[in-house]
């Protein structure tokens, strides 16, 4: 990537979009495609790494997966919400469940992609996510 | 020349005419009187001395006296009839004072004399011979002079005088009686000695017969039955040994209560004993009859056989009864049980479609029970032949016939077989027909086959349809339970699908840039490929769960198989916020099964320790699944949660099919579990936790038991006994034992 090439793009290189998933085939995906996009990512296994990392406060979009081994997506959505820390959050997962997406766009997600989703559909919900509100 | 017969046989002197002569004379005859007297008396006396004389010394005195007292020149006597010894002829002669004939000359001259009636005979003869005088006097012995003849013979011619005369006839009849008492006691002597004999002999008769007597008595008293004697009027006389100690009664009671042997009989018997009794001992024919006996010693009734046969003397009047009571218990009993075991042969044959047969193949010689006529539905009572059998057999089934007769051939009897077969009846049905045999050999050492044959066919279509419904049923559950793993096969299959389409789009956003990222591009495409990898194994895996494909046998590797649902389960579990902890243990052995149903159970257990923690908020949902080796070459898997565990008093009823404590379950899932475990030859059950929740366990052979397993998990069979009950804490219920006989109940 050249600063050249993709000028906007350097103004967006410093938004920092955050991937908590325990699938390492997503861990190794999503970063490389938002990166393409132009945002700067980060990948973790698990919301307790998440929870411990430095990323948290300057994380400005987070891709959640919902069922994980020990604290799940929702959980680290209400555990966000305890710490006040009002980061956009956009659930990712395989779980083609209907109420379980109600429920957490319910308690303020901004989107709840089903996997496997398109690139176009992912940038769109990112778009949602960073909109000024 | 005639003498004048005076009472002298002695010569007499000339006449003297004087006085002196007169007196001498007179002197002389009183002289010759007296001794005329003295020898009367000597001749009375002689029986005295001829008591125990025997004829011939009768004779012989008789004889010497005579001639003493008569001066004779010859005397004889004959028998006619000589009794013993006695000589037939005895002489005595005196100096010859002349010329006198023989005897043998006198004889020959009297026979023609002598008549056979003695009183023909002449008083005297005379001067028979011509030479001489001779006065000879036959005297006959005996009244008719049966006995014989005396005859006196002298030269005198005077002779006999009349005292001679007398002299001889006293002789005569003197010696006729003494020989006559002496003939009588010889006679008496000759019975007597008879007698004697007669007597010893006897006696030694009556003493061998007394032995022989004893020896009867003891037998009688000793032999092994009751033996028994009755008078004409049935009132014991004698009674023996045995039967006393049986009875324990004595021969005097017995004798003096002639009904005392009915006190032993027992109550039911005793009317009918009673009657036979009487009627034989009334009608003098005796009778049989079996009474029960009660024996004194330990107060039990026996059975015994009672015959009396009738003594008659010559004119055919009753003299005694002889009787035997013989102790037939053990036979009777031993006929009522096998009456008792023949009719409950014949009712089981019946209860349990069992018919029973055997068979000489030597002769071909066939018996063929009643059931098995219903069986064959063979008419009852047709002859039933090989050729018969081999038209109801079941063509393809024909061989085994055959077979039986060559194993006949190859061993020497005393084999079990077993064999099943069917029967192609004539409206084309099939039944099933399971046999059991037994070659051993009849009484002449000929082969012969005892055979049961059970028809097991309404048995064999419930096993057919039970199988076929517990094939469905499994079926369903599989189905039940994958489609409540939608989530996690969408899951399985969308997280590979979502790295593939994530991966391609950055791939082409790479190769869009100016100058392309090939590099990364390549390493995106590369994790393409990767995951349409994994996704290919995941729709494999799916694909077998799903399909209702029949069962595969194969070596199995528990851990790998449990690492595969813990795949397919893991989003459903973590969904569940379960925390699933697997203890698989270290070179686990392979097992002998199918892989897939296996699976089913393990996916079964798991969502089961699932759904018993969905309501535990206060406590971690832990899910433990532990693979181990146990006892008996066998593998063990368990499944243990922190759930709400069961009801004890349900405890039974967990492996039922329907029944559930769920609100959405069907409540077949453990019931087809343990069906597939028990085709495994293995056992499932469940206990509870010491803490909350419970845990199920299955444990199966490492390696099939016995040829039949792996035929069994196709047919499923009733499973073996497999193995030890796990030793679990028997304070909690503890349901695999009464479950496992209920599954076998209902197996069978």
Redesign the interface.
Known sequence: ?TTE?CFERSAIESILVSVVDD?E??R???P??LK?FGFAARAFSSAEEFLASDCVDQTRCLLLDV????M?GPDLQQELIRRRQAIPIIF?T????MIVRQRLIEQGAVKCL??????TTLLEALNSALRPK | MFVNVGLCGLPHPPQLPDMDVQYEQAAREIKRLQRCINDLVSLLALPGIWTVSNPSQILHTLLDALMRMLSLDLISVRLNNPVSEAPVEIVRLAEPRGPMPSTHEICEALSGSFADNSRKWPPLLRNVLGEGDVSIVPLPLGLQGELGIIVAATQRTDFPRQTEALLLSVAASQASIGLQEAQLRIQQKHIADELDQQVAQRTAELAAANAQLQLQVGLLQHIPVAAWTLKPDGTPDFVNQVWLEYAEQTLEFVRSHPEAWMTSVHPEDREIAERSFWEGVRSGQGFAMETRFLRARDATYRWHLNRAVVLRDAEGKVIKFVGTSTDIDDRKRAEEKLLRSEAFLSEGQRLGQVGSYSWRPATDEITWSAELYRIYEFEIGVPVTLELIRSRVHPEDLTLIEKMKMVDQAREGGHHFEWRYRLLMPDHSIKYLHAIAHATRDQDGQPEYVASVQDVTARRLAEEARDKAQSELANVARVMTLGALTASIAHEVNQPLSGIITNASACLRMLATDPPQVEGARETARRTIRDGNRMSDVITRLRALFAKKEPTIESVNLNEAVLEVIALSMVELQKNRVMLCPELADELPLIIGDRVQLQQVILNLLRNGSDAMSTVEDRRRRLLIRTERDEGDRVRLTVQDAGVGFDPQAADRLFDAFYTTKRDGMGIGLAVSRSIIEKHHGRLWGTLNDGPGAAFSFSIPRTPEGPAHADSIHNLQAPAIAGPVPREDHAKPHIAANQYQRTMDALS
């Open positions: 990537m090439s699938d085939s997503v190794e995906s999503l490389d495609l393409q069922a994980m081994p020990g799940t990712i395989a779980d083609r469940d089903f996997k496997p989703f398109s690139d």
